[in-house]
């Protein structure tokens, strides 16, 4: 059975689009959100001598060029950890981030930094990308990084690259990023190839949606 590449929910009052690959996309403020990119990790690994493929950088950027040409946006908002360390800041890295940045030299960036971000320095000046510390407030949202408690807002957050566990008979496993939404929060997965990830159980209240073979599947009730 074939699966949308996107599921519309409501979520605070608005409709938010959860997309099949790792995103939200907000209608009504055609925005874009985005959370643990982590530009250069992969880098940053091989700097220390692992092992890591390469390209990772180039392929997120592809697939972030992909939604862009697929959902009207004015507005990227970024929910932490863009850039996962140091080396990010410069070398390869910042060349293909600069480059995708002038050919979207009209697009609002907007960076609410996690912990990483805060480790790795704010994104350099010439990639125009404003910087916010989390909880950043807009419309009934909180953003933030990580899964703060914010009475009377409803919290977008990543931070804990979410996935879920399908079970098979036989002791088949199969992972998949995800999102959960239950009262009060969302956790984004993790936008990056590569990242891993923390499994979250289904439970009262909380109802999750899984993302696998470019469609998103609402995979447990609340």
């Known amino acids: ?67 862009l040409a697929s959902y009207p946006t004015r507005q990227v908002i970024l929910l932490g950890d863009f850039l996962h360390a140091r080396p990010a800041r410069g070398g ?16 609002r960036i907007l960076l609410v930094r996690g912990n990483h971000d805060r480790s790795a320095g704010d994104p350099a000046a010439e990639l125009d990308i404003q910087v916010v510390s989390e909880p950043w407030q807009m419309g009934p949202f909180a953003l933030c990084h990580e899964p703060l408690d914010c009475p009377g807002l409803h919290v977008l957050a990543g931070h804990l690259h979410p996935v879920f566990v399908l079970r098979g008979r036989g002791g088949d496993r199969l992972r998949m990023p995800c999102f959960s939404v239950e009262r009060g929060i969302t956790l984004l997965p993790a936008f990056g190839e590569f990242t891993g990830g923390m499994v979250i159980e289904a439970a009262p209240g909380r109802v999750i949606y899984g993302s696998l073979d470019a469609g998103i599947w609402r995979i447990s009730q609340d």
């Open 92 to 107: 390869s890295t910042l060349a293909a981030l600069r480059e995708w940045r002038q050919r979207h030299a009209a697009l």
């Open 1 to 67: 059975m074939n699966s949308p590449p996107y599921l519309a929910v409501e979520i605070a009052g608005e409709t938010l689009w959860l997309l099949a690959d790792k995103a939200i996309y907000w209608p009504a403020e055609q925005a874009l959100l985005i959370a643990d990119a982590h530009f250069g990790k992969a880098a940053t690994y091989r700097i220390l001598g692992q092992p890591v493929p390469h390209g990772t950088t180039a392929r997120n950027l592809q697939r972030l060029e992909v939604m």
